[in-house]
C-alpha cells in the first residue's frame, strides 16, 4: 500500500513534494529511510528530494551516513548520484570517512558511469583529500587521461579547478584535457 509521502513523490513537483516535508516533519524520516532502500520509483526520488531539504551536516541524516556509504554500490545510478549529493553536504567521521573514500574511488574507476554520478564522487574525493592532504598523490593518478577523456571540458575545468584547491597541488599547473 502507498504511503501518503510515496503518493507526493509520485504525483508532484518538487516545490510541493518540500511544502509536504515542511508541513510533515515526521516525513523527513520516510525520505531517508526510502532513499536508503531500493523501492523504486520511490528510492530515487526521495533521495533528489533530501539534497533540497536537508540542511548542511543535517542531524536527521547523521545516524544515517554509514547506511547511505554502505548502498551505493547496490544502487543504479540516478539514486547514487543523489546520494552523494547528500554525503558531501554532510561532515562525516574519520572512520566512515574512509569507507566514502574507497566507495568514491570505486565509482569514478568506472568510466561507463554516468559522468553526472562520477562527479560527484570526485567531489567528495576532492573533499577528503582537502583534510587529508597525504590522499593527494592518489588523487592525481585518478585524473589520468582513462579517467577523464569520456567527460566534458567543463567537467574536466570543474575537476581541475578542485584538484588546484588541494592545498598539496596549490599553485601547480595541472590541466585535464
Not at 504525483?11 to 520516510?30: D, L, V
Not at 543523489?82 to 566514502?100: A, F, S
Request: glycine share 2%.
Amino acid at each position: 500500500m502507498e504511503t501518503a509521502f510515496e503518493k507526493i513523490l509520485t504525483t508532484s513537483h518538487r516545490p510541493a513534494m518540500e511544502s509536504y516535508i515542511a508541513a510533515h516533519p515526521e516525513s523527513f524520516e520516510e525520505a531517508v529511510n526510502l532513499a536508503i532502500a531500493d523501492k523504486q520509483p520511490y528510492s530515487w526520488r526521495a533521495s533528489w528530494l533530501l539534497w533540497s531539504c536537508m540542511e548542511k551536516n543535517d542531524k536527521r541524516i547523521r545516524k544515517h551516513v554509514k547506511a547511505i556509504i554502505n548502498v551505493l554500490p547496490k544502487r543504479k545510478d540516478n539514486q547514487k548520484r543523489e546520494l552523494l549529493k547528500i554525503l558531501e553536504q554532510m561532515d562525516i567521521n574519520e572512520k566512515l570517512e574512509g569507507l566514502l573514500f574507497n566507495q568514491c574511488v570505486n565509482i569514478w574507476e568506472k568510466t561507463d558511469k554516468q559522468p553526472s554520478v562520477r562527479f560527484n564522487a570526485f567531489k567528495i574525493l576532492a573533499k577528503i583529500s582537502k583534510r587529508h592532504p597525504e590522499l593527494s598523490k592518489e588523487i592525481i593518478l585518478l585524473i589520468q587521461s582513462q579517467y577523464t577523456e569520456s567527460l566534458s571540458s567543463s567537467v574536466n575545468k570543474s575537476i581541475n579547478k578542485m584538484i588546484k584547491e588541494i592545498p598539496r597541488w596549490q599553485g601547480f599547473a595541472i590541466n585535464i584535457e
